[in-house]
């Protein structure tokens, strides 16, 4: 999951980047993905918004803002459920996550990969559905797992390390299948619906950092 991320997000020449023309949009990007018969991806269009925020927090902190179960619902309303270690850090894991409406039912189940360094950390994320994960938890292999990423990348903004930087630079990918879009057509709606979910995140990270009593550590 988190290399279809990273191939999304790299600037490969098939990965046509375009500004976003919306007001408050300059520092945000959008890409269209046409996909028709290719491994590890839904079919149809979907579409991809990117932005970078700089916050004055050690990126250590914003990860762990982000997958603290404390503060995790200041930015999305979700529950874990199960997860797994994936590395040496106690912080890299693969979880499962139940996304919950106001009237606590369950509106989609994501499956998250988390995974830190002293150079970088990067969440993951993609809705799935349950018969897909029992597969996967009965045996089967989910390298081929049409999955739609989308998450952030923590970086430090200077040489000091992620403990030791002053600051963060967070990227944040959201990517969703649009039924409404072509590979000639782009709807403006479902670009409106993903820039406006992008921007509140990041609204929400920068409004947490700002105050210690958020961070979660």
Same mark, same amino acid.
């Given at each position: 999951?988190? !290399?279809? @991320?990273?191939?999304?997000?790299?600037?490969?020449?098939? &990965?046509? /980047? #375009?500004? $976003?023309?919306?007001? +408050?949009?300059?520092?945000?990007?959008?890409?269209?993905?046409?996909?028709?018969?290719?491994?590890?991806?839904?079919?149809?269009?979907?579409?991809?918004?990117?932005?970078?925020?700089?916050?004055?927090?050690?990126?250590? !902190?914003? @990860?762990?803002?982000?997958?603290?179960?404390?503060?995790? &619902?200041? /930015? #999305?309303? $979700?529950?874990?459920? +199960?997860?797994?270690?994936?590395?040496?850090?106690?912080?890299?894991?693969?979880?499962?996550?139940?996304?919950?409406?106001?009237?606590?039912?369950?509106?989609?189940?994501?499956?998250?990969?988390?995974?830190?360094?002293?150079?970088?950390?990067?969440?993951?994320?993609?809705?799935?559905?349950?018969?897909?994960?029992?597969?996967?938890?009965?045996? +089967?292999?989910?390298?081929?797992?049409?999955?739609?990423?989308?998450?952030?990348?923590?970086?430090?903004?200077?040489?000091?390390?992620?403990?030791?930087?002053?600051?963060?630079?967070?990227?944040?990918?959201?990517?969703?299948?649009?039924?409404?879009?072509?590979?000639?057509?782009?709807?403006?709606?479902?670009?409106?619906?993903?820039?406006?979910?992008?921007?509140?995140?990041?609204?929400?990270?920068?409004?947490?950092?700002?105050?210690?009593?958020?961070?979660?550590?």
């Amino acid at each position: 999951m988190m !290399r279809k @991320f990273w191939a999304n997000l790299s600037d490969l020449a098939e &990965n046509i /980047w #375009r500004p $976003v023309p919306l007001k +408050g949009a300059e520092n945000v990007l959008a890409m269209i993905i046409n996909a028709e018969d290719e491994e590890g991806q839904p079919p149809g269009t979907s579409i991809v918004i990117a932005t970078t925020v700089w916050v004055l927090t050690s990126p250590r !902190r914003v @990860f762990d803002f982000l997958n603290n179960e404390g503060t995790r &619902n200041r /930015w #999305r309303h $979700v529950r874990e459920t +199960g997860y797994i270690d994936n590395g040496c850090d106690h912080g890299n894991q693969v979880s499962i996550l139940e996304v919950k409406s106001t009237e606590d039912q369950i509106v989609v189940i994501l499956l998250q990969e988390i995974y830190t360094t002293l150079t970088g950390s990067y969440v993951t994320f993609a809705p799935v559905e349950a018969s897909t994960l029992d597969m996967i938890l009965n045996g +089967g292999s989910p390298e081929n797992l049409p999955i739609l990423p989308s998450g952030f990348s923590i970086l430090p903004d200077g040489p000091k390390g992620n403990e030791g930087s002053t600051g963060s630079l967070v990227t944040m990918a959201f990517q969703i299948l649009d039924t409404a879009s072509s590979a000639t057509y782009v709807s403006p709606d479902s670009v409106a619906t993903t820039f406006k979910l992008v921007m509140e995140t990041a609204e929400c990270i920068k409004a947490a950092m700002l105050n210690p009593l958020n961070l979660g550590t």
